[in-house]
DNA sequence: ATAATATAGCTTCCAAGGAAGATATATCCT
DNA sequence: AGGATATATCTTCCTTGGAAGCTATATTAT
């Protein structure tokens, strides 16, 4: 018995009036997603980096080259504000793995893009963040994590729209 | 094609040397969890708590009358420092929904106990939680969430040891 | 053309939690 | 019994991100 359904047997006993049965499936959920993130946030440090960090980077790195983003579109991309990711860029910018510039097409905007030093380091730090992700996966079974994949793909869509689509 | 899949498929084009495939099931479930979080804290957020402030409560009323844990197990249970756990109790207490107390069986401890206004409150406040989390749930076929709950509960035994088993 | 409204990105204030450290007590070893 | 070590809890310092606010620019409406 694990630790979610200790905590769902004590509420059957004190409050046998609530269905609790959701809790099996957003408590783990969440559970796990902790347990991802500690083991995933391991890599990161190895490279001198933070979650936030390593998001911005590899956004960066995925565009292609020029490899280059406006702090708003990386913003969206890696859902936080605005003002989060100007410090994000704020620390990487002291760090010497991005710059910032004035934007040619906006007169109000930035453009971010990866320095050569940036450009090395994710690329090394994504190789071992994907070895990482694969190791932390393969303890499922192939079955397990392709049902498990296609259920939430299901569920993020009740959460997000299609890429692509224009907001109703 | 939904946001992951669009990050694969970038990947595929900028590191085809990078096998990619298990952030399919990594970046959704990370995602998946920040939007069931948003939507939980809505609920949190009628009643005036945070979500570390409902975890503390909710784990108080579950343990039973007289509803009292030290902050060492509240912490445990709600997988935080006892640095943190320290300020949620503060918050708490002085909005009159714990009492704080020294413990009568270790002289270094504390006792945390549920007043009558905060035993009040969480009964209110988890009746809303667990709607909230069936609501979210509903969104998935009965038969995916019960595959959802097994292939979590297996994965989740990977990073925690069982229920009352002594550490190896 | 001009005014009203919206937006991009940064700054400041605030909140929450981690890490390190401090104090008092409990436990273990000799 | 006394000293060494471990533990419970709180405090302080630091980090990160959200929310609110600000300035400059872009877009929309008249």
């Known amino acids: 018995m694990d630790h979610v359904a200790r905590i769902q047997q004590e509420w059957a006993r004190e409050r046998p009036d609530v269905d609790v049965a959701p809790a099996g ?3 783990r959920l969440h559970r796990v997603a902790g347990h991802l993130t500690e083991r995933l946030c391991l890599v990161y440090r190895r490279f001198g980096l933070a979650e936030g960090e390593f998001d911005v980077l590899a956004t960066l790195r995925r565009a292609g080259a020029p490899y ?4 708003g ?3 969206a991309h890696t859902m936080v ?3 989060a ?3 994000r860029i704020d ?3 002291q760090a010497g793995l991005v710059t910032r510039r004035p934007s040619e097409s906006d007169g109000r905007g930035r453009v ?3 320095t050569t030093a940036g450009l090395e380091l994710i690329d090394a730090a994504f190789t071992e963040h994907m070895a990482n992700e694969r190791r932390l996966l393969d303890a499922l079974a192939p079955e397990d994590a392709e049902r498990l994949e296609a259920i939430l793909t299901t569920w993020l869509a009740v959460f997000e729209l299609p890429v692509g689509e224009p907001p109703t």
């Open 91 to 93: 620390r990487l910018e």
């Open 85 to 87: 990711m100007s410090k």
């Open 68 to 71: 280059e983003r406006a702090p």
């Open 81 to 83: 504000t605005t003002g």
């Open 73 to 75: 579109e990386l913003a």
């Open 112 to 114: 971010v893009a990866l």
């Open 25 to 27: 499936v957003i408590g």
